[in-house]
């Protein structure tokens, strides 16, 4: 099982980006898929979590500038982020639980994102 994010780069305060996380491999099912950040110096923590229902929760600082979903049949996350601050300046990385033999957790690995002022 394998989780690709893409997406990442430099971009000026205010503007926006695309993030994509695909899954791939032997797997039945995905339940819960989420997006961390991990600025530098500091702990990895959520930014935006989305159910296979579509139900979503995002933290404090993201919500009502980034959208997370998915596109079940293509076993794909997004996150577009709009109005973008510096402090969104980060690696993100994907995360998501997915049934192989049993329920486990899986990380991608990062996408760099840069906000400059």
């Known amino acids: 099982v394998q989780l690709q994010a893409s997406g990442g780069g430099l971009v000026q305060a205010g503007g926006s980006l695309n993030l994509s996380c695909v899954a791939s491999?032997?797997?039945?099912?995905?339940?819960?898929m989420s997006w961390y950040r991990q600025a530098p110096g500091k702990q990895r923590q959520l930014v935006a979590s989305?159910?296979?229902?579509?139900?979503?929760d995002y933290r404090d600082s993201v919500r009502g500038r980034f959208i997370i979903s998915r596109d079940n049949a293509k076993n794909t996350m997004y996150l577009q982020m709009d109005n973008l601050k510096p402090e969104d300046t980060g690696v993100y990385y994907c995360?998501?639980?997915?049934?192989?033999?049993?329920?486990?957790?899986?990380w991608g690995q990062g996408t760099l994102v840069t906000v400059s002022s």
């Open positions: 995360n998501a639980d997915l049934r192989t033999n049993s329920w486990n957790n899986f």
């Open positions: 491999g032997n797997f039945i099912a995905i339940h819960r």
């Open positions: 989305i159910m296979h229902s579509g139900a979503t």
